[in-house]
């Protein structure tokens, strides 16, 4: 188990531009989430996925944002056309699914997140 | 609307001191509730959870937390602060309808320590 990992850490671009960031969940798990901290605010859930299916978006994530898990395994987050309000930091997270000890929830292991900076 | 909120943006102890972050929760049903922490260039570390049952409830690094259903609150305590316990605190409340465990986060607290 090497937990979650995101990549790249950091990205600085130029307003008007694409990014893509990546998201290697932990192995064995089919649950995976998006999120997005802006300075001083708790993280936001953006989407969901179980398997490569996306089950769940967030009006925050407008029509320039897309996120896809093509083979239920590493997801990616595309920001098309980027603004200076995009600047946050996205937190990627995954989960196992079904009951654990009796409760629905599963523990969502985070990744340390990519920190995008749009100028 | 579910929501959390915690009070206090930033908190300054000092080391060897006590603790309590206060967290305030609007949900509709029992809620689960959940500390995060978050250090510099880290992702978020599960300090503890509760779904049901005993409502003192202990977590990893010394944390406890207290779940409170009359005042809607889950803070987070520690008897006993260490300069490594310096980083971000969230609470955080779930799952919701659909059961797909999203997490409604509040806006954290920030806890410095002296020496």
């Known amino acids: 188990d090497t937990g979650v990992s995101q990549d790249p850490r950091h990205k600085i671009t130029k307003r008007g531009q694409n990014v893509t960031f990546r998201c290697d969940p932990i192995?064995?798990?089919?649950?995976l989430y998006w999120y997005r901290q802006t300075l001083g605010q708790g993280p936001e859930f953006l989407t969901y996925f179980q398997n490569e299916a996306q089950l769940e978006k967030s009006r925050l994530l407008s029509d320039r944002f897309s996120a896809e898990r093509p083979k239920g395994s590493f997801s990616t987050l595309e920001i098309q056309r980027t603004e200076q309000g995009d600047s946050a930091m996205y937190l990627c997270a995954s989960s196992t699914s079904g009951l654990a000890g009796g409760h629905s929830y599963n523990e969502q292991f985070f990744g340390p997140g990519t920190r995008l900076t749009v100028l | 609307a579910q929501s959390v909120t915690q009070p206090d943006i930033h908190i300054t102890v000092s080391e060897g001191a006590s603790l309590e972050l206060r967290c305030n929760y609007s949900y509709g049903a029992t809620p689960y509730l959940f500390w995060y922490v978050q250090s510099p260039g880290q992702g978020l570390q599960l300090l503890l959870k509760?779904?049901?049952?005993?409502?003192l409830v202990q977590g990893i690094k010394g944390f406890e937390a207290e779940f409170k259903r009359s005042q809607s609150s889950f803070n987070l305590r520690k008897p006993s602060v260490h300069w490594s316990d310096a980083a971000e605190y969230f609470c955080?409340?779930?799952?919701?309808?659909?059961?797909?465990?999203?997490?409604?986060f509040g806006a954290g607290t920030r806890l410095a320590v002296h020496p």
């Open positions: 955080a409340v779930g799952p919701f309808s659909g059961g797909y465990n999203k997490l409604i």
């Open positions: 192995s064995e798990h089919n649950r």
């Open positions: 509760y779904f049901s049952g005993d409502t």
